[in-house]
Structures are given as structure tokens and as C-alpha cells.
Nanobody
């Protein structure tokens, strides 16, 4: 069973930056696909960025060139560096992992392991 714990959310002004972290209870390098999803009030969950077990990275169009997903293999920690934040980035952000590959467009359907979420508010 994989446990994921996010941290790093907060409130920032538009144009600011935040870095989210997701610590995994198991070693994930080369085995698990991992990603970040978000859900704003009244909206459906959407994928933000994913990194496959083969290190392939995918982003949704709205965050390309602003967000960077990365993974520290030694620490089994996933990161999401968010720059040039916009009010529309406001949401609860969730870390996710699965042995089966997934993409942001999948919206997290079928993904088995989720963190508790961390709130990001951009004003």
C-alpha cells in the first residue's frame, strides 16, 4: 500500500511561485507512474502533470512553461514547481501514483493511490 503526503501549498499573489512536495512511503523510481492533479470548487478534477515510470513527462497546456514536475529518486519525493501563478491555478492539489501509467488527460480515473491534498490559493 502506497501512502502519499503532500506539502508546500499556500497563498500567493499572482505571478508568485510555490513548490509542492509529495513524499511516498515506498520507493517509486522506475516502477510507479506519478502525477499531480487539482480540483477547484465546483469544477471537476483535472490532471496537471505526470511523470511515468520511464521518466516521460506530460503537462496540460495551461501550465506548460510555468510548472515543472520532477522526482527525487533517492527521497522518493515528487515535486511540482509552480511559477507565474495565476488566479485560475487556485485549487486543491493532489499527488497520485499507480503501477499503471496515466496521463493528465485521464483526470485520475483508475489511479489507485492519492494524497490528502494541499491547497493552493492565488489572488
Amino acid at each position: 500500500h502506497v501512502q502519499l503526503v503532500e506539502s508546500g501549498g499556500g497563498s500567493v499573489q499572482a505571478g508568485g511561485s510555490l513548490r509542492l512536495s509529495c513524499a511516498s512511503s515506498v520507493y517509486t523510481y522506475g516502477t510507479y507512474c506519478m502525477g499531480w492533479f487539482r480540483q477547484a470548487p465546483g469544477k471537476e478534477r483535472e490532471g496537471v502533470a505526470t511523470i511515468g515510470s520511464d521518466a516521460t513527462i506530460n503537462y496540460i497546456a495551461s501550465v506548460k512553461r510555468r510548472f515543472t514536475i520532477s522526482h527525487d529518486d533517492a527521497k522518493s519525493t515528487l515535486y511540482l514547481q509552480m511559477n507565474s501563478l495565476k488566479p485560475e491555478d487556485t485549487a486543491m492539489y493532489y499527488c497520485a501514483a499507480d503501477l499503471t501509467s496515466f496521463l493528465p488527460v485521464d483526470s485520475g480515473l483508475g489511479v489507485n493511490y492519492w494524497g490528502q491534498g494541499t491547497q493552493v490559493t492565488v489572488s
